[in-house]
T-cell receptor, first 113, second 111 residues
Framework: DAMVIQNPRYQVTQFGKPVTLSCSQT?????MYWYQQKSSQAPKLLFH???????NEADTPDNFQSRRPNTSFCFLDIRSPGLGDAAMYLC????????????FGSGTRLTVV | SQELEQSPQSLIVQEGKNLTINCTSS?????LYWYKQKYGEGLIFLMM?????EEKSHEKITAKLDEKKQQSSLHITASQPSHAGIYLC???????????FGTGTSLTVIP
């Protein structure tokens, strides 16, 4: 079963200071997802990769960028974090096997001060 | 745009009571997933439904898929405080590998 590892678990950044969140997965799956989850809300898809093909959701702000240097790793870059970007950021990849579904990392909780 | 609507938005039940959470899609469902999230924590995969009429159970949680109605229901029998959390349905949107979540249902179980 795929494992999705997110680092760090908690991140504090200053208003306007670029920050990078990282995600790795152990199964070398070709699809990876990034979600933003604000307090008391459902996770919102920001973008996903199919191999190196980057697919941005239409309403994802330009402030959010992503890099996928290889199959295992995917980074979320927030160029100029605002107070409204404070949230839990979740990374996911499809599960293998008959059970299906998606495996999520434990998330990175971003605080902007 | 919100393509997956859950109801109710929040639920408070007495321990031991049964409850049902619904998830309705505005588009054709190719796969419907249920997740649970403890407050402030990551997501726990509960089950996946793919075929119309399919029903799956895990411990005291049962989920069904009504493909024609583009709807799924999650039923918890004899609820316990350990069932408390946020329940999220999610679905494949085959148009481009996207996986979206429903609006979420917050469950509180009072001992």
């Amino acid at each position: 079963d795929a494992m999705v590892i997110q680092n760090p678990r908690y991140q504090v950044t200053q208003f306007g200071k670029p920050v990078t969140l990282s995600c790795s997965q152990t199964l070398n799956h070709n699809v990876m997802y990034w979600y933003q989850q604000k307090s008391s809300q459902a996770p919102k898809l920001l973008f996903h990769y199919y191999d190196k093909d980057f697919n941005n959701e239409a309403d994802t702000p330009d402030n959010f960028q992503s890099r996928r240097p290889n199959t295992s790793f995917c980074f979320l870059d927030i160029r100029s974090p605002g107070l409204g970007d404070a949230a839990m950021y979740l990374c996911a990849t499809p599960r293998t096997g008959p059970a299906g579904g998606y495996t999520f990392g434990s998330g990175t909780r971003l605080t902007v001060v | 745009s919100q393509e997956l609507e859950q109801s109710p938005q929040s639920l408070i039940v007495q321990e031991g009571k049964n409850l049902t959470i619904n998830c309705t899609s505005s588009k054709t469902l190719y796969g419907l997933y249920w997740y649970k999230q403890k407050y402030g924590e990551g997501l726990i995969f509960l089950m996946m439904l793919q075929k119309g009429g399919e029903e799956k159970s895990h411990e005291k949680i049962t989920a069904k898929l009504d493909e024609k109605k583009q709807q799924s229901s999650l039923h918890i029998t004899a609820s316990q405080p350990s069932h408390a959390g946020i329940y999220l349905c999610g679905a494949d949107m085959r148009t481009g590998n996207q996986f979206y979540f429903g609006t979420g249902t917050s469950l509180t179980v009072i001992p």
